[in-house]
């Protein structure tokens, strides 16, 4: 069974501090992506990748940053964290063809104090 | 236009009643269609998937595509209470097929 593993369930941080969310899947996905839900707004995309140190904006990708130096680790960075990056983040991970579909992660609740 | 779209509900259905969500798409040319539950606090897990080439049946749960419409469904029959989720509907997006476009999910009630 596929398995996208995030480093942490629960996270609390402070305003200002900087923030890395890790995130390793088991399956050699060539595709890795990060979301954040909030209520209310749905799943959004904030950065995803397609290969080792390849990136791609997703939808919502201020004030976050992302880091994949091997295949199977994806990193989502907050530069300074802010309250309005209180949220549940997920991480995911899909293989490389056109039916594949998307594995998440447990996801990390994240509050920033 | 939003590339993926199912109604919010929340849809309450009876226990034992068939429960059935749908799912319009924008894109004409999309051949994969994914179905994911999601608990309340919990990630989204993968239910159902089916390709352009006809409906797919597992258990309890049935999606079936109607290409000339543009849209997917995804039937419950039997609902139990432990169905109660949001149901999210994905296809590869028209302008990166490397990524999902998700819609906004479907809440069910399901009521004893």
């Known amino acids: 069974d596929v398995k996208v593993t995030q480093s942490s369930r629960y996270l609390v941080k402070r305003t200002g501090e900087k923030v890395f969310l890790e995130c390793v899947q088991d399956?050699?996905?060539?595709?890795m992506f990060w979301y954040r839900q909030d209520p209310g707004l749905g799943l959004r995309l904030i950065y995803f990748?397609?290969?080792?140190?390849?990136?791609e904006k997703g939808d919502i990708p201020e004030g976050y940053s992302v880091s994949r130096e091997k295949k199977e680790r994806f990193s989502l960075i907050l530069e300074s964290a802010s309250t309005n990056q209180t949220s549940m983040y997920l991480c995911a991970g899909r293989g490389g063809s056109y039916n594949s579909p998307l594995h998440f992660g447990n996801g990390t609740r994240l509050t920033v104090t | 236009q939003k590339e993926v779209e199912q109604n919010s509900g929340p849809l309450s259905v009876p226990e034992g009643a068939i429960a059935s969500l749908n799912c319009t798409y924008s894109d004409r040319g999309s051949q994969s269609f994914f179905w994911y539950r999601q608990y309340s606090g919990k990630s989204p897990e993968l239910i159902m998937f089916?390709?352009?080439?006809g409906d797919k049946e597992d258990g309890r749960f049935t999606a079936q595509l109607n290409k000339a419409s543009q849209y997917v469904s995804l039937l419950i029959r039997d609902s139990q209470p432990s169905d109660s989720a949001t149901y999210l509907c994905a296809v590869p997006s028209i302008d990166s097929w490397g990524k999902l476009q998700f819609g906004a999910g479907t809440q069910v009630v399901v009521t004893p």
């Open positions: 399956m050699d996905h060539e595709n």
């Open positions: 089916i390709y352009s080439n």
């Open positions: 990748s397609y290969d080792v140190k390849m990136k």
